[in-house]
């Protein structure tokens, strides 16, 4: 009889440890292509250390950034997984055991004590958002995502008048970027949010700044048209790799919506640093799993 318990904490340790260890390679690719194409100097530098750091972390088998982040775990699930009770608590002790092996810093704090438990976990920590349920599927599907917290403490939310529309949306991604600099390490991936409530608007922003790969489109034209058009308004600004200036301040600008309320046009933006860490999971009832990025 397998105990899906344990393969689902032994799963998630080996996907904590090659997110924070290897870049997915639609980010190195990004980044390698990005090097290639700038012509500031300063930039070009900086480009070249972040390459010489993803190379080191990759040889050295040590994680890619001292900030290993605060832990989000995406869920999908086939209701017919025979384990579904179990999942969170799993996640919990996989997050113990994980920043303990690796190591992880640990980076979990009691916002009203202060006190630091020392594992990465706590209330409501790590963040496990159950994404979708498949009525007929037997998997378990967790995408790992170990974010630092200085792109995460740039993120923005607001509400723009509703007759303001996307010109609204271009101007408050622009000033985000303008005012978060190069706080967030960029060259970053860029996540938008539009819905008409304030949680549906960041929790698109963050699944777009964190799970979607470097060089994908929305499937609705027009959204990927937007996409197009804010990443080159975004690279215009010349803030460029770590506020050094240069041609590239973002890979990519991601966007996804929700239909609103019609007095409610909510807009969030999030940042994810060209560290961007992430590793899926895919557990089967039978106890085999894969890990991929």
Known sequence: MVNLREVIVKAV????RVASILLPPDVKEALRRV???????????????VLRNVELAERLRAPICQDTGLITYYVRAGARFPALDV????LVE????????????PNSVDPITGRNPGDNTGRYTPVVVWDSIDPKGDYLEVTIVPKGGGSEYVAVFTMVPPGRGLEGVKE?????????????????????GIAGTVDM???LAKKCAVIRKVGSRHPEPAVAELERKLLEMVNELGIGTMGMGGRTTALAVHID????????????????CWAA?????????TGEYSITQ
């Open 201 to 203: 608007a960041v929790h």
């Open 35 to 49: 090097y290639e194409e700038e012509v500031s100097p300063a930039a070009k530098a900086q480009l070249e250390a």
């Open 13 to 16: 340790v080996e996907g904590l």
């Open 257 to 272: 919506y929700a239909y609103r309320h019609p007095a409610t046009y909510a807009v969030a933006v999030v940042f994810q």
């Open 87 to 90: 999942v969170e608590e799993a």
């Open 277 to 285: 860490r992430r590793a899926t999971v895919t557990i089967k009832p």
């Open 94 to 105: 996989a997050t113990r055991i994980a920043t303990k092996e690796i190591p992880l810093r």
């Open 172 to 192: 408050v991604v622009l000033d985000a970027v303008v005012k978060a600099g190069a706080m967030p390490c960029p060259p970053t991936i860029i996540g938008v």
